[in-house]
């Protein structure tokens, strides 16, 4: 493992997990939150690209920071 | 088409006319790069006249009266946040594709069908696309409401060519003090400047305002942005983030998350001045 924090290239995703088990995704985009479902479907709610509701983790909307 | 999108898209047409020209010597922002994009020449943004697209989805995580939103995000921004989360974009906007208008308002079409209540135009930053934002809204159904997910640091030309196009000024007022400004985000006279444009774009549309709490900016920023909020904009919505994520290499901004009880003390703070909070 390298030394050095990864700096992150255009269409990189990065994935944080943190000491006390939580999982970061950062600017997570549609691919990252419909993986993060597929793990943890829990509480809340996304659709899937038929409109249809599912349920989505809610850490992985609540993660995503603008600039 | 009806008549008043028509008129909807005339305009908007026009003032992307008027957005482009600006471009010939670009003072979009208070960066005044004075250089002219039209002819390939590149501003503190990084971008020529070329407008790109890096991600356009449907998302659930914006402010609850604006899910699910259309989120379109543009490549290159005037600020340099520290702890951007979409920096790799913003420091090489080249990279990123460059839009095709005409399919873009396809997109945008596909969905509204698919559920967006609203189109959310973000990046990077809006105002420095400002041209291309204009070309797309000559080409789409004001079906939803327009928001302006904005950092609000911009010059008048960006209110004055966006006024009564847009239907929400999602403004991002990030920090409190023009030392922090300068040290995280890269702004010179950052309070003055978003204070008159959130001002300003609150005389002609809907605006929420947006904080993410960072760890250890209390004082510093926090408590003088809620204070003035207080003061100028007392039933303005409020929305209070606790999504900072600090950055890998951190060297000004935090370097730690921020804890769920400092989050609940700023929501009690904002409440106690009787700001308006929306989630």
Redesign the interface.
């Known amino acids: 493992m390298k030394s050095e924090?990864?700096?992150?290239?255009?269409g990189?995703f990065e994935i944080?997990i943190?000491n006390d088990g939580k999982v970061?995704m950062?600017?997570p985009?549609?691919t990252l939150i419909e993986v993060a479902h597929a793990v943890e479907p829990s509480k809340?709610?996304?659709?899937s690209?038929k409109?249809d509701k599912k349920e989505?983790r809610k850490s992985n909307?609540?993660?995503?920071?603008?600039? | 088409m009806n008549d008043m999108d028509y008129q909807v898209h005339r305009e908007a047409f026009e003032r992307a006319k008027l957005a482009r020209e600006a471009l010939t010597n670009c003072n979009l922002c208070p960066h005044q790069c004075n250089i002219d994009r039209t002819a390939g020449e590149k501003g503190y943004c990084g971008l020529d006249d070329t407008v790109r697209c890096?991600?356009e989805?449907?998302?659930?995580?914006e402010e609850s009266e604006l899910v699910?939103s259309h989120q379109i995000h543009f490549a290159g921004?005037n600020?340099r946040?520290e702890?951007?989360?979409?920096?790799?974009?913003?420091e090489?906007p080249s990279?990123?594709k460059e839009i095709d208008f005409d399919d873009m308002a396809k997109t945008i079409a596909r969905r509204q069908s698919?559920?967006a209540r609203t189109l959310n135009f973000?990046?990077?930053?809006p105002a420095v696309n400002l041209h291309g934002i204009l070309q797309l809204l000559g080409r789409v159904e004001s079906k939803i409401k327009v928001v302006w997910?904005s950092?609000m640091y911009y010059n008048d030309i960006v209110d004055k060519l966006t006024m009564g196009l847009i239907d929400v000024y999602l403004a991002?007022f990030k920090c409190g003090n023009n030392s922090c400004a300068e040290g995280l985000l890269g702004a010179s006279n950052y309070m003055e400047i978003v204070k008159e444009n959130i001002l300003k774009a609150a005389g002609h549309a809907d605006v929420i305002i947006r904080h993410?709490v960072m760890p250890g900016h209390s004082k510093c920023c926090l408590k003088p942005i809620l204070e003035w909020l207080a003061e100028k904009m007392p039933k303005v919505k409020l929305s209070l983030?606790?999504?900072?994520?600090p950055p890998?290499?951190a060297i000004s901004a935090p370097k730690e998350?921020l804890k769920q009880e400092d989050m609940q003390n700023v929501v009690d703070l904002a409440k106690s001045m009787g700001l308006k909070l929306t989630k």
């Open positions: 924090p990864y700096k992150r290239k255009p990189d944080r943190l970061v950062i600017a985009d549609e809340n709610i996304m659709p690209k409109g989505c909307q609540r993660n995503r920071v603008k600039n | 890096f991600r989805m449907l998302y659930y995580g699910p921004c600020l946040c702890f951007c989360v979409v920096a790799e974009w913003n090489l990279v990123a698919e559920g973000l990046g990077g930053e997910n950092n991002d993410v983030r606790s999504n900072y994520v890998v290499k998350y």
